[in-house]
């Protein structure tokens, strides 16, 4: 293992500390952060999630973004267990054989958050990107942002009932932004950008989601723009025991190093308890897998990582990087924001000897 030390302010930002947007709603998580380090702020663009305040427990009050009338609106449905699942408190499903719902019981949008020094964070008052077109309509989700060439690029998850794609946009000052593109189509999600071309073309993991035969792997794909991603390849999957049966997908964008380019994953069990693993990738060919951790290098093992919305989830998706202390900005409980620190070259030179 690797000594990793944990914030003391954990977790750093947190519900309480959010009011939400939408009147007659309130905000269950603040998690799931892009990051970025600008000279002197550090940025997170949060997940947050609002839903309905509901009084009435026969009723299923669903949120959803109307792209026609520019607002959110509630849909209400009678409560039936013999029609909808709520067992997952963050969806609402069809029960079998029953008719064809599917719902989120929150709508997320991203909301930025500024800090002088890393730790104590001031969110913004208004949300930096919200849903606004046909494929965010019941929300944007878990952002990862990677510098490229001078300019921050952050790519979403954008939910809407065709599914789950990957948008792309730009921005220099975190004040207005660019739309870049859609990236990948549904279902597809936990996409992280390398941070310069690799043989002239731009490099992406991502983990489509498969309903037929295969699992929900971690996929590697190139583009010569960055818009129009193709030559796709497998890239690795879960184990069939241990941390990482359920499923995986990419955590922070990579970090390049002497010994490969880093990549810290998320990884989840059957049972959806999330952690944190590593691996390293080739340098001149990312395709490739140097060596990947067999053990976790983080574990929901602290109180505000295994109690909240949904518990035991340790879910990184940002980093800062001073000397060679690396800070890792992670979700916790698909609730709050906490942080982390460890050596790079501890972590990596343990991978690039097999001892993790």
């Not at 220099?172 to 859609?182: G, L, N, P, R, V």
């Not at 929900?216 to 960055?226: A, H, R």
């Not at 000397?323 to 992670?330: E, G, S």
Request: hydrophobic residues 35%; negative net charge.
């Amino acid at each position: 293992m690797i000594h990793v030390e944990r914030f003391k302010d954990n977790p750093l930002i947190t519900p309480a500390d959010v009011k939400p947007l939408n009147e007659g709603f309130e905000v269950i998580g603040t998690f799931n952060a892009a990051v970025a380090q600008l000279p002197n702020e550090t940025i997170m663009v949060l997940r947050v999630a609002e839903r309905p305040l509901n009084s009435d427990p026969s009723k299923l009050l669903i949120p959803i973004y109307d792209v026609e009338s520019q607002t959110t609106k509630v849909i209400t449905k009678d409560n039936d267990a013999t029609r909808f699942n709520t067992s997952d408190s963050r969806t609402i499903g069809p029960q079998q054989g029953g008719y064809d719902f599917d719902y989120l019981t929150s709508i997320s949008y991203l909301r930025i958050a500024r800090s002088q020094d890393g730790v104590h964070f001031t969110v913004d008052d208004q949300a930096f990107v919200y849903p606004h077109n046909d494929y965010e309509t019941y929300g944007i989700e878990d952002a990862r942002c990677t510098k490229i060439d001078g300019k921050y690029y952050l790519n979403f998850s954008a939910v809407s009932s065709r599914g789950i794609c990957v948008e792309l946009i730009s921005t220099t000052d975190f004040t207005s932004y660019h739309e870049e593109a859609i990236i990948f189509n549904p279902d597809n999600k936990d996409v992280v950008l390398f941070p310069e071309k690799i043989h002239g073309r731009y490099y992406a993991l991502n983990r489509p989601t498969v309903k037929s035969t295969g699992h929900n792997d971690v996929w590697i794909s190139s583009s010569p723009d960055l818009h129009s991603f193709g030559d796709h390849h497998w890239l690795f999957s879960g184990s069939k025991d241990g941390w990482d049966n359920g499923r995986v997908g990419a955590g922070l964008p990579p970090i390049k190093t002497d010994a490969g380019w880093l990549e810290i994953y998320h990884a989840a069990d059957k049972s959806s308890k999330y952690c944190m693993g590593a691996m390293l990738l080739d340098l001149d060919d990312p395709t490739k897998i140097i060596y990947r951790s067999k053990n976790p290098i983080l574990s929901p093992d602290a109180d505000y990582e295994q109690k909240g919305f949904f518990g035991e989830v340790v879910f990184g998706c940002g980093y800062t990087l001073k000397d060679d202390q690396l800070t890792m900005y992670y979700g916790v409980s698909d609730t709050s924001m906490a942080a982390c620190r460890f050596s790079i070259s501890e972590l990596t030179d343990k991978l690039a000897k097999h001892e993790l």
